[in-house]
């Protein structure tokens, strides 16, 4: 262990003063208050009635809970995440215009590119907003799991920049196969175990039913809720999934409808994106998503996710368990079942069984398409993107890539598409090895 002081637990939170561009949202982007019927809410495991924000009160704090069942349309960003944010953002939107050469193909496409974030993600845009709230309500320590490392390399680093403690638990085939994620969360002063550990109850039952069990995000979040729970000073943080990590994650969608219009191409015909937990694409997507439902624009939306862990495509919708252990909310989602392990696909990001409540909601009602991809397509598009435009997109970015890649090919002159980019690659190129 290094020497090095980690943040000190009294760093202020206040403005520093830093000019924010202004193509940087003001305010969050809330679906809830478009869609023609409301998402159904989240259960109490034991009593299956709707949650109240007592039962969450152990795990978050009282302003993300708000958000979490808010039905407000616009939530203002405070500006201390506004300045954070203005370290990545605006995140460039780019005409692929090498890719459409490449292609052959007369469409327009355009990239909405995430990667340039300290983390090599979106996920930052929501761990800011995370580690702030509970900064601003007296939590030292934050508790989260991760699959590929991406959430907890995005964690740790805002915990580092807002003076908060993160612990992670990295499922256990990532831990193994992706050990610079580790370092990452370490540079930033985060702790990483991997998952199952036998420093819970719940990781210490797993390894007694299954000592050499590759691990899953639903182990990882027992975990990282179960340490929360019991550690008053601490919160848990969760990636994706729930509705307050959607909300924070539109300001990609509001910059790119801003973008889009700059360009002249202010409503595109089809957007692409990722789907794991459902929120690069929901950040990207539900903002169009409100314009259609008000407007009556037609953008159509597409989640694309991997062949190997089909949750929108293959599983049911119902209540389910986010975790293994069943110490989460009942959430109403497309799931594979809690207990599914899936495969262990180089796209750990996307390996999860459930998807968000929001997303699953929407595609229920038809209002979002979805479609499921295989591993060997989405690389080889990953590879043609990277030949063609230069960023190695992540393994999980792949799979917008491909779907859009593949309507590309058919689709008519002029028509306008959009796709995701969530993170870049550099730190999965041994996955990449296997495919050049
Ligand atoms: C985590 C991750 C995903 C999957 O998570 P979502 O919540 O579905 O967005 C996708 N892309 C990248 C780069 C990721 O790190």
Redesign the pocket.
């Known amino acids: 262990m290094s020497t090095t002081p980690s943040p000190t637990q009294s760093r202020s939170i206040d403005p520093l003063g830093v000019e924010v561009p202004s193509l940087v949202p003001t305010h969050w982007y809330n679906l809830a208050a478009d869609l023609p019927e409301p998402t159904p809410p989240h259960l109490h495991p034991g009593t299956k009635e709707p949650l109240t924000p007592d039962d969450l009160a152990p795990l978050f704090p009282m302003a993300l809970i708000a958000q979490e069942v808010s039905t407000e349309r616009y939530i203002e960003i405070p500006q201390t995440i506004r300045e954070l944010y203005a370290l990545w953002r605006p995140a460039p939107l780019v005409r692929a215009l090498r890719l459409e050469r490449a292609l052959g193909t007369g469409a327009r496409i355009y990239y909405k590119y ?2 340039g974030s300290p983390a ?4 930052p845009n929501t761990a800011v907003a995370q580690a702030y709230y509970n900064k601003l309500e007296g939590t030292t320590k934050l508790t989260t799991e991760t ?2 490392g ?2 907890g390399a995005s964690l740790s680093f805002a915990g580092a920049l807002l003076g908060l403690e993160v612990e992670v638990w990295q499922v256990r085939a990532s831990y193994d196969s992706k050990p610079y994620r580790k370092a990452q969360m370490e540079v930033y002063g985060g702790v990483c175990h991997p998952s199952p550990s036998d420093l819970t109850e719940a990781g210490r039952a797993m390894l007694a039913k299954d000592p050499n069990t590759t691990g899953s995000l639903g182990m990882a979040i027992s975990e990282a809720v179960e340490v929360a729970a019991q550690d008053p000073n601490a919160h848990y943080a969760l ?3 729930l509705n307050h ?1 959607m909300l924070h ?1 539109s300001v990609i969608g509001q910059e790119a409808m801003q973008q889009l219009a700059e360009a002249g191409d202010a409503v595109p015909d089809i957007i692409f ?11 990207l997507t539900f903002p169009f998503l409100g314009r259609n439902l008000r407007e009556g624009t037609k953008t159509r939306l597409v989640a694309c996710e991997p062949a190997a862990c089909p949750s929108l495509t293959q599983g049911e919708y119902r209540y389910d368990f986010g975790d293994v252990a069943g110490l989460t909310p009942l959430l109403k989602m497309h799931t594979l079942g809690k207990d599914f392990v899936p495969p262990s696909i180089h ?1 750990g ?2 390996r ?1 069984h459930g998807m ?1 409540p929001m997303v699953s909601h929407a595609v229920n009602l038809g209002l979002m398409d979805a479609i499921a991809i295989e591993q060997d397509a989405a690389f080889e598009a990953g590879l043609l993107f990277a030949r063609s435009e230069g960023i190695i997109p ?1 393994p ?2 792949t799979h917008a890539v491909a779907g859009a890649i593949a309507h590309a090919r058919q689709a008519a002159d002029g028509e306008v598409i959009v796709l995701g980019l ?2 870049n690659g550099v730190l999965d190129l041994p996955a990449y090895a296997q495919y050049v």
């Open positions: 995430e990667g090599g993600s979106h996920k699959g590929a991406q959430w990636g994706s999934v990590v994650q994106g990722c789907a794991g937990g459902g929120s690069n694409l929901a950040g796209a990001g996307l999860y968000s992540a999980e970015s969530s993170g």
